[in-house]
């Protein structure tokens, strides 16, 4: 019964997020920071609320006489704080109501998640009481609606006899002593409320409580609009106890229990408050629920093997960020990609995210996003981790290599061979990539071209892209001689150890990994059969085909397919079309093959899936893409 209001709502929020994503960008979508959110409203209602202090006079004779003088003398500020300090709280509760909405939608309260959630709905009921007591402040006829209801509501508390209601008959039944008592409930519970806000987020590792800078400034600017456009006034004049309100403007946000309170029975009032905040509360411990709160994972992450433990239900994220490793991260709500990462053993729930920034074929190829995924075993992953200080914990090693030869093999590819010294080898495992480090501190990732039995040399295979900074540097300014900085090795595009028959299929210079594989192959006296299908655009970015050749003229058990996608004018005979579709022409069923695949995103997105429907296991699909430096590998270039 629950699951499908709740699915449903999930899916209201992930379709509203993709909303606001491609409006305002991950970063600044403001579903992942309501928390942050509410914070900076609550400093907004505080700051505007003691400006109006200052000129708020604590008697029944002048509380609303000063309140209309500070709406009305002073229009320019205090007419326009009072509007903010009212829409900055009626904007507090809905931060709140959706930021728990949300959480409840994607059962995140469970576990050890518990003493947030419930703190979380302590918090909420705080700041309808202060906000309803603000009401009261103004003296106005809504402030009469508001304190006559409330004590006639809390009048049928058991013991109170009916004794509050009394205190509200007549004007001259209200003294200053309640509203010094009223004011400093006001000052009171948002003391409280902050300080259970910071409870609230000790156990949520690195919570962020101010939002970006541009939310910031954008909510500020709308109050203020807001402001200008329908400025808060007070209504009906000033209160008289004796004569009931007849017409009157509720907050729907703060007030939308009141009506009920004269349309419903008192006990039903207060069953709906009670039973609606106990069920709330109970929340975390209530069916359905997905795994034993209890169990732990390991969580090691790789390169170093930095080990760490996992809570039950716990994501990647948190519990790196709970044993205070620096793990890349930004939105937290599985919208950005900053925190993709491989999954080199284990298994893992991958949550909710946005299928643009995980897509099928990068789950295909074992990557999850660290902020929405949680282990369901213990789990080994590659990511980059670092200290809280910003240094690697055990991190990559850096490296430096003299460019021993250059080689234009084709005008838009270079062969680059560095020489690394008989005393500073690399050891590295065939299908791996460097990560070169630029001069601004930005690197460009390059996979091994060369077999690794011989470590002391590098082969890199380096694309010419318009604008690349890397690129343009090797094919204009790179000479024999000149020294490369580099970290690595990186990646887990690595042969398996296992019978299949091996499927490769690479595009353009996507050929340099897969060529380090086959090498290392025929080095080690692998004899498993194995097709290569090469797609490029024109015959001529086939720029290392006559080497490919060989292997299979030498290798009984090496097939190779050249794929041009284009190049109508040329005389070529062989195959043409999309590589993957060439692929699955040959192989209709992929059942028992083992496939790695190197390319472009595109290429990656587009073929792994068609694979995948073609017989292909999950499970024996490797891919290496060349996606943007903020997910897994920087783009060539």
């Known amino acids: 019964?629950?699951?499908?209001?709740?699915?449903?709502?999930?899916?209201?929020?992930?379709?509203?997020?993709?909303?606001?994503?491609?409006?305002?960008?991950?970063?600044?979508?403001?579903?992942?920071?309501?928390?942050?959110?509410?914070?900076?409203?609550?400093?907004?209602?505080?700051?505007?609320?003691?400006?109006?202090?200052?000129?708020?006079?604590?008697?029944?004779?002048?509380?609303?006489?000063?309140?209309?003088?500070?709406?009305?003398?002073?229009?320019?500020?205090?007419?326009?704080?009072?509007?903010?300090?009212?829409?900055?709280?009626?904007?507090?509760?809905?931060?709140?109501?959706?930021?728990?909405?949300?959480?409840?939608?994607?059962?995140?309260?469970?576990?050890?998640?518990?003493?947030?959630?419930?703190?979380?709905?302590?918090?909420?009921?705080?700041?309808?009481?202060?906000?309803?007591?603000?009401?009261?402040?103004?003296?106005?006829?809504?402030?009469?609606?508001?304190?006559?209801?409330?004590?006639?509501?809390?009048?049928?508390?058991?013991?109170?006899?009916?004794?509050?209601?009394?205190?509200?008959?007549?004007?001259?039944?209200?003294?200053?002593?309640?509203?010094?008592?009223?004011?400093?409930?006001h000052i009171g519970v948002p003391l409280v409320t902050l300080l259970l806000m910071w409870i609230h987020v000790q156990r949520v590792p690195k919570a962020s409580t101010q939002p970006p800078r541009p939310i910031a400034i954008g909510v500020a600017i709308m109050l203020v609009v807001l402001s200008l456009v329908v400025p808060v006034m007070s209504q009906g004049g000033p209160a008289r106890l004796a004569v009931a309100p007849t017409e009157l403007s509720l907050d729907w946000f703060l007030l939308a229990l009141y009506p009920l309170v004269y349309s419903w029975p008192v006990v039903a009032v207060w069953g709906l408050v009670l039973g609606g905040s106990a069920l709330l509360t109970l929340a975390p411990w209530l069916p359905p629920r997905r795994q034993d709160a209890t169990s732990t994972f390991q969580l090691t992450m790789h390169p170093g093997g930095v080990a760490v433990e996992a809570r039950s239900g716990e994501t990647l994220l948190e519990a790196g960020l709970r044993a205070e490793l620096a793990?890349?991260?930004?939105?937290?709500?599985?919208?950005?990609?900053?925190?993709?990462?491989?999954?080199?053993?284990?298994?893992?729930?991958?949550?909710?995210?946005?299928?643009?920034?995980?897509?099928?074929?990068?789950?295909?190829?074992?990557?999850?996003?660290?902020?929405?995924?949680?282990?369901?075993?213990?789990?080994?992953?590659?990511?980059?981790?670092?200290?809280?200080?910003?240094?690697?914990?055990?991190?990559?090693?850096?490296?430096?290599?003299?460019?021993?030869?250059?080689?234009?093999?084709?005008?838009?590819?270079?062969?680059?061979?560095?020489?690394?010294?008989?005393?500073?080898?690399?050891?590295?495992?065939?299908?791996?990539?460097?990560?070169?480090?630029?001069?601004?501190?930005?690197?460009?990732?390059?996979?091994?071209?060369?077999?690794?039995?011989?470590?002391?040399?590098?082969?890199?295979h380096v694309r010419r892209v318009a604008g690349g900074r890397f690129t343009s540097y090797a094919f204009d300014t790179l000479r024999e001689g000149d020294t490369l900085e580099f970290t690595g090795p990186f990646g887990r595009f690595t042969l398996r150890d296992s019978e299949r028959p091996i499927l490769f299929i690479a595009g353009a210079t996507g050929f340099a990994p897969i060529k380090s594989i086959v090498e290392d192959a025929f080095a080690r006296g692998i004899e498993r059969p194995m097709w290569l299908y090469w797609g490029v655009r024109e015959r001529k970015d086939l720029y290392m085909a006559e080497l490919a050749e060989r292997w299979q003229a030498e290798h009984a058990n090496f097939h190779f397919v050249p794929v041009l996608s284009d190049d109508p004018d040329s005389d070529w005979t062989g195959r043409r079309g999309l590589v993957h579709q060439a692929m699955l022409e040959d192989f209709p069923d992929m059942t028992g093959y083992e496939l790695y695949a190197c390319g472009s995103v595109n290429m990656i997105e587009t073929a792994v899936p068609a694979f995948l429907e073609q017989g292909l296991e999950e499970g024996f699909c490797y891919s290496d893409a060349f996606v943007p430096s903020h997910q897994a590998r920087p783009e060539l270039g």
Request: net charge neutral; charged share 15%.
């Open 327 to 460: 793990l890349p991260y930004e939105c937290r709500g599985g919208g950005c990609g900053v925190c993709v990462c491989t999954v080199l053993n284990g298994r893992v729930d991958h949550g909710n995210y946005q299928p643009a920034v995980l897509t099928d074929a990068m789950r295909a190829a074992g990557q999850t996003l660290v902020c929405c995924a949680t282990p369901l075993e213990d789990v080994e992953l590659e990511v980059d981790v670092k200290s809280l200080s910003g240094e690697d914990t055990a991190g990559p090693q850096r490296h430096r290599g003299t460019v021993e030869k250059i080689e234009r093999l084709v005008p838009d590819v270079l062969r680059i061979w560095l020489d690394l010294g008989q005393l500073q080898p690399i050891k590295f495992t065939a299908g791996q990539y460097i990560n070169i480090v630029l001069d601004n501190g930005e690197t460009r990732s390059y996979s091994f071209a060369n077999p690794p039995q011989n470590s002391s040399r590098i082969e890199l």
């Open 1 to 185: 019964m629950i699951l499908r209001p709740r699915s449903l709502l999930r899916a209201g929020f992930m379709q509203a997020e993709a909303i606001f994503n491609r409006a305002f960008g991950d970063r600044l979508n403001p579903f992942y920071h309501l928390g942050a959110l509410a914070f900076y409203l609550f400093w907004i209602v505080a700051a505007t609320g003691l400006y109006l202090f200052a000129f708020f006079d604590t008697s029944v004779e002048g509380a609303y006489s000063s309140v209309e003088a500070l709406t009305h003398n002073q229009w320019y500020a205090g007419g326009i704080i009072r509007s903010v300090h009212r829409y900055a709280s009626d904007a507090m509760v809905v931060a709140m109501l959706i930021h728990l909405a949300r959480y409840w939608a994607f059962d995140r309260m469970r576990g050890f998640r518990w003493f947030s959630w419930v703190t979380g709905v302590i918090l909420l009921w705080l700041v309808f009481a202060a906000g309803v007591n603000g009401y009261m402040l103004p003296w106005d006829r809504l402030a009469q609606f508001v304190t006559q209801a409330s004590f006639e509501w809390l009048n049928s508390v058991p013991g109170l006899g009916g004794t509050l209601v009394r205190n509200f008959m007549y004007d001259e039944n209200v003294s200053n002593r309640l509203f010094s008592l009223l004011v400093f409930i």
